[in-house]
């Protein structure tokens, strides 16, 4: 089919409608739909070598030393040899070839992995092993437990109970928890008969290919019958089977045109803004080029007008060629000559450089994470020095700053504190790895991993406190989590939320282990003894509630509601008998909360038998009434859960990801400003957002934007920005602006005195990135030192960020773990995706990996800076190398007649930059660095020049090009003056064109070899033999290209024979090579020097302080934990969905439960529409569409291949 | 101990290069260190200077132009192309003993040896000697690849314009105008590896017949096998005088290597007294506005007369120097700002 790689496949016309039939491989024939074969390779091995080289020529550079080849065999043009182009040029594109090639035989690798998985097919009545590639649209496959799905498939029956079945879709948004998919009644009945399977002939009319993943519409057409299909009937590609024991799906897509494969669209190429600086240099570069010569061009016109002319006698001219001709022959001539300004080794320099770069990240060893064996991941590797010059980073939250792991922390018990450990004298001890922890042995189903230090509360179970054995009991009774226990004692909890699953696994430990629950009971063991509650309700969790409930039966018969929820809510609903505990309590709470801790209240209450009956009758009516249930059940609840009795309260720990304060405080002191955008409520994200020091009390004040209009919004970010700088309130949206190319305006930093926060939540959001508000929004936000965005939605994650770059000519970078980050990931100029647990697609689609938050600042103030450092050195050092080496052909034009006579040598030409030059310039751009990583660390402020620029920008290109200028006079004047009418010891000529050739090559050499020895601040043994190795390198490659035997190999190619030996051996060379030498560095050296004393530089300071401290500075000292003892408070932890309860009593989510499947319960009440609301919860406040732009979850589709590939199956 | 192992088996490794952490110098430009560089450089270079300039002055050069632009030139008469086979003789007195060796050269300018053109206007295999390059000339040598469709050799315009005027040199001894010949030394005055490798006859005996069916550059008056007619070994491309000239220069006013005077009662060099140079015009420059002219020059440690270096290495010293004094200043000043 694409025997030449390209794909040259049928140009159909768009598919409208896609009509297949089951088991019906003739009649889906004529429709061409692709099988499921997939390629992301690009070439096979014959189209290979034209492909490629087609690609390459397409970029400039490539094509510019191209046309310069096509000019160089014109002989009237020809100023150089052909081989000065086609050697570089070669090594090029070879190196390009080999790198391009090694990719694709990956893809190729991967591409058959995957095409070539087995997978059961019903073919012919039976079921075949068969390749993935060979399935076809039509077909219907038997999947298995822990298999990955084939294509999309129209789920038709389950071994599981009601036709559903389990996956997991972590390939696709990276969530990790179980989504649930249910068969048409219809075709569930065909259940694992293969005859009626066979039979099946249903006909599926559905939408055509896209890549949509939350969307299906479809109907199946059945025995005369229409049922409609929607997503929760389809299995995606790239999803898995869990807990299934098998399933069979029609094939709807394959390869191709599976959603997934829709999906991988190519990320959009990343580039630095280095890279797009140099781009305009390179066109300025063009522009200089193209004025030079014609300079030159003009001045070959006038010299053959008045000399040419005069001079036919020794220099007749070829026929017909007169002096405007000669000039624009010239032209010409002089481009190939002076096209080493851009020269072909600065863009394989460049990548080099940032390759080895990239390494280095790879290879640190303090970015690497012992405990899950996560060395840091370069996986591009073209944008290291970006990462110096990072001003906004974006942060996720969960998993990012924090661990996503909750722990049960503290607690408070009938007003006793427990959690803390004191010593002997009552002071409390600060909490470590070697405090010692708790034994639970006394628990066979306790869980290892949970730790404790506090014995006093171990000792109050075993004492048989009724106040902690009821405060136990509620933690193990009033949830929603799952339990499944596949050996016995062997319990795993599917927890909702990471909150809840933290609490039920305290209870579990210290004696109350919820063990299973059905849809009307809860068993658990209490302090070794097996008991059954019976579940009578469960009043479940709302935004507005901020509680739950439940109410049980205790197998003694005694009814119980117990309930847990936001402090302030459960305190208004608490009996007064326990006002004296409330107090003890609050000033437990406010204690658990200075520290950072989310707190739930929990309480009880025991119920009438009678009063409940008459409660339960009210509920069930209003359970069943049509309108206003909602209402009603609400108010139910709210009559029941009053007169509470207070228990006590929990305290969580969110875990901050270890070093979180102290990175955010260091990347702060860089000027690097840190902006939280999380899925998590305010309450939840403001606390974080203390604890880990991104707000701080000292703040002069943190500004809350939660207004709901567009208004309000605009008049409260209005308000804050008074507040912050009252002059610049009204006009300040026409404050200084910068037109910027696409007359996009860019916005100055307001200076702002003092330190503000700013905390928007989703809503209001959505306002503040309207097109009318946003610069509103920006100018406010960038005056503050902290932005917390809260209750964001992946798309809004990207929008914040494309509001900087568009406003902001400011570098930024984004920092997730979670699918929801992917957005944000790919819309910032980094992608910091942090490899954790939440599945592999932030990593996937990110620029650097790294396991640990902390590493960030090692990845900025190290790795970052000394990346951009060195890339401008690198650059300022190359452009000057080779505009000095460029420039004395323009000088020696005014002394040859403009006749595109090179000053050197044609090999000098061609070795230069490949060989004479390469290593050392290299080697510094390798190896330097200014000061090391603890100085880096210990003075942030050293960040600073990178976010300005400062390093390389266009006022220090044209330094540069002045400084070549200087030298280029230098070096050709010079030794014009010292050669000028002389001779050597022995009279004989040294003032030929071939010894002044070698001498000037040799004075530019050595020049620009001792320039960089100025340069280079990091000298290692490396730099040095570099820099020593390739000027003997010059010398033993000059004194061999001119011997005998290379001329009598080839006497056209080698004519300087001898000039070496005859003219390196004067004195006068050598006082001449010297003395060039030596002016072109004085003035070099004075500048600094006066520089240094004058107007020192941060860098320059630091310096100066690392010289005078010579030994290593004393670690910084070790923070204590912060403490704060502010009265925020969290409030109810949970990010919580609604609607679990419903799934738990309804028996949806377990696994055989004792109810046959024809009691009729398969069609019970249609459910609420169950979908996963998890951490991507879709929120639009302005009714927007969610999702619209689909990136979102966009892969690319080598990435995508890694991802299959990876997973331990 | 093999799980944990295995359990870090992706930790990288920890050498000085993986951890950028390899020794270095880090040099600075502290005052103290270039402060006392400035001063040792220009005092070096002072010193340097010194000796150069002395040198060079002690350096004696006599140039004289024959291209007889004046009407009072010797060689007026000549510079009219019509005429042909003319001789004119410039009379010259040395006043004291001009130390010998002496090194006579002819210099001309104006004149682009350096124009590409010009320059690659000539076949390297051909003037190596290999005959089939006798009979195709590379093209390279346009427009003088073929006279009359014979090939020319030695082909090219570098070849074709060699320079021709000859020289004699003349001393007048006593006072009835009696004329001594100064004998001239055309040996070694070409690079030993320009005689001996990168130009080559071909080896037939004679050398004449390799020449067979080819014919001489079209300014030339004599074919290239009978450039000199005293010394076989000094003819075809390995006429020392052909040899200089195809050394092409690197700027348009340049020198040439004549002839050494070395020999006889010359060895110690000129002495003082009245000499004419009878010179064979044969060159024509006028034409272009070149100039002509013969230089005595005698030479030191440090090759030909040339001031310059030395003067630039004074004036360089002197700058480093002061320099020097500049930022002591500055640095007493300003000092280094301790703490920011």
Redesign the interface.
Known sequence: MSFFGLDCVRKKEREQERKLRANDREYNLPFRYATNAIKTSKYNFFSFLPLNLFEQFQRIANAYFLFLLVLQVI?QIS?LSWFTTVVPLVLVLSVTAAKDATDDINRHRSDNQVNNRKVQVLIDRKLRSEKWMDIQVGDIIKLENNQFVTADLLLLSSSEPLNLVYIETAELDGETNLKVRQALPVTGDLGGDMEKLADFNGEVRCEPPNNRLDRFTGTLTYAGQKYPLDNEKILLRGCTLRNTEWCFGLVLFAGPETKLMQNCGRTTFKRTSIDRLMNVLVLCIFGFLAFMCTILAIGNYFWELH?GT??T????R?DGNDAAFSAFLTFW?YVIILNTVVPISLYVSVEIIRLGNSF?I?????M?Y?RN???AEARTTTLNEELGQIKYVFSDKTGTLTQNIMTFNKCSINGKSYGDVYDYTGQRLEITEHTETVDFSFNPLADPRFMFHDHALVEAVKLENPEVHAFFRLLALCHTVMAEEKTEGELLYQAQSPDEGALVTAARNFGFVFRSRTPDSISIVEMGKQRSYELLAILDFNNVRKRMSVIVRSPEGKLSLYCKGADTIIYERLHQSCSKLMDVTTEHLNEFAGEGLRTLVLAYKDLDEEYFNQWKQRHHEASTTLEDREDKLDQLYEEIEKDLLLLGATAIEDKLQDGVPQTIEQLSKADIKIWVLTGDKQETAENIGYSCNLLREEMNEVFIISANSLEDVRQELRNARTCMKPAAAENSVFLPERILGKGVKVVADDVVNGEYGLVINGHSLAYALESSVEQEFLNTACMCKAVICCRVTPLQKAQVVELVKKYKQAVTLAIGDGANDVSMIKAAHIGVGISGQEGMQAVLSSDYSFAQFRFLQRLLLVHGR?SYLRMCKFLRYFFYKNFTFTFVHFWYAF???F???TVYDQWFITLYNLMYTALPVLGMSL?D?DV??VWSFQHP?LYVPGQLNLYFSKKAFFKCALHSCYSSLVLFF?P??????????????????????LLTQTCLLFAVSIQLGFEM???????TFFVLGSLAMYFAVTFAMYS?GM??ML??AF?F??TA??SLN???VW??IF?TS??CI?PV??Y???M???C?T?ND?V??KV?QAKAMPPPPPRRARIRRTSSRRSGYAFSHAQGYGDLVTSGRFLRRPAVSRSSGFAHGRPTTGFSPMGRSAGYSPTGRPQNTKTPDVEVTSLQMYRSIRDPAL | MVKDEKESANRPDNTAFTQQRLPAWQPMLSAGIIIPGFVLIGLAFIGIGVVLFISSRSIQVLEMDYTGVEQKSACFKCSDPTVKDCICSLEFSIDSLFKGPVFMYYGLSNYFQNYRRYGVSKDYNQLYGDLTYFKTPSDTCAPYVYDKNKPIVPCGSIANSMFNDTFRLYQSVGTNGTKKQVPFDGKGIAWWTDYNIKYRNPSVVPLMDAFNGTTKPIFWSKTAYELDPTDPNNNGFINEDFLVWMRRAALPDFRKLYRRITAGDYAEGLPAGNYSLEISYNYPVLSFGGRKKVVFSNVSWMGGRNEFLGIAYLVIGALCVFMSIVMLIVYAKFKFPDDE
């Open positions: 002989p100023s000399k005069e001079f006698i020794f220099l007749p070829p001539s280095y790879e290879w640190d060893r303090k690497y012992a064996d996560t060395p000394w002394f040859c007649g006749s595109a006579q190896f660095q090391n990583d402020q010079i014009y003056a010292a050669m000028y009418n002389t001779v050597r010891d022995d009279g004989k000529d040294v003032a030929d064109y071939q010894s002044f050739a601040s990091y000298w290692t043994v490396v730099n005998d001329f009598l006497p056209s004519p024979i001898g030996r005859n004067q004195t006068n006082l001449t003395l030596i002016l004085l050296v004075t600094r020097f006066l240094v004393h004058l020192p941060i300071k310096m100066f010289r």
